[in-house]
């Protein structure tokens, strides 16, 4: 696995043309995929993710001043999602992801995703109100043609290019992309900010709990980023790492870790159900 790593590490630097990364204050963010916190909960934060559909009402936070992206998964359609029923009739859904269940892997090379995604769901979304949009799972294509290069080859170029496309009919929205480091060589010139999901703390979810993760993986992934930032000074590079916010001592180290790295941080439930503040000094 250490070799993978390695690997991928490579290739995704080799992909990037490198300048000097520039300055740029942090920016508060936080992620919640729910709709029971007061508009309180959100005062610290600049930048707000929210679910596309179970979401707090986006008015009163947009009047104070905030930026809403709204989630989409780009990489797995999950069973409650409107447009479900449409894509399993294609025939384009494989596996089930065994982390999520009811959530299907999609063949991102299909112009009918594409199609549906430019030209129903990114709409769909903008027309609530949200600035820009959150996108998900995109480390699922890499991944799919990893395990079977023949059957899945072409996925990660499409899921690129899908992200390039997103920016080319929505020049004037805010994207952010969650992980899919293979992409960044292509992508981190036309997107606002890079997600580093799970950089120096995960989720076991065999056994239910956090864990800090193994060096090598961190270190694969802050290359990775800190390569996209260098390729695109314009870049803002986030982490959310989960961790046990009873743990207040815990989660204040995090914090600490990813801003000496110069990423804008934030630690939850890997649940994203409820909005965790940063510890008090």
Known sequence: MAGVKRALAAAVLAGMTLAAPSLRAETPWVVYYADKEPLSAFEPYKLVVLDSEHHPPLRPLKERGKTLLGYISLGEVESHRPWYETVKGWGILSAENPNWPGS????????????????????????????????????????????????????????????TALRRHYPG??????????????????????????????????????????????????EALTAAKRANPALEVMTLDYWNPDDAAGVARLYATERARGFSPYVATVELDRVVREPKP
């Open 104 to 163: 299907f892997y999609v063949d991102v090379r299909d112009k009918r995703w594409t199609e549906l995604v430019v030209a129903e769901l990114v709409p769909a979304l903008l027309r609530k109100g949200f600035d820009g949009i959150f996108l998900d799972t995109l480390d699922n294509p890499p991944h799919l043609e990893r395990t079977d290069p023949k059957a899945f080859a072409g996925m990660t170029e499409a899921a690129a290019r899908l992200v």
């Open 173 to 222: 929205i805010r994207i952010m992309q969650n992980r899919a480091y293979e992409l960044l060589p292509q992508t981190a010139g036309v997107i606002d900010y890079a997600l580093g999901e799970s950089v120096t703390a995960g989720w076991d979810f065999a056994g239910g709990t956090p864990h800090l993760q193994p060096a090598d993986d961190t270190a694969f992934q802050v």
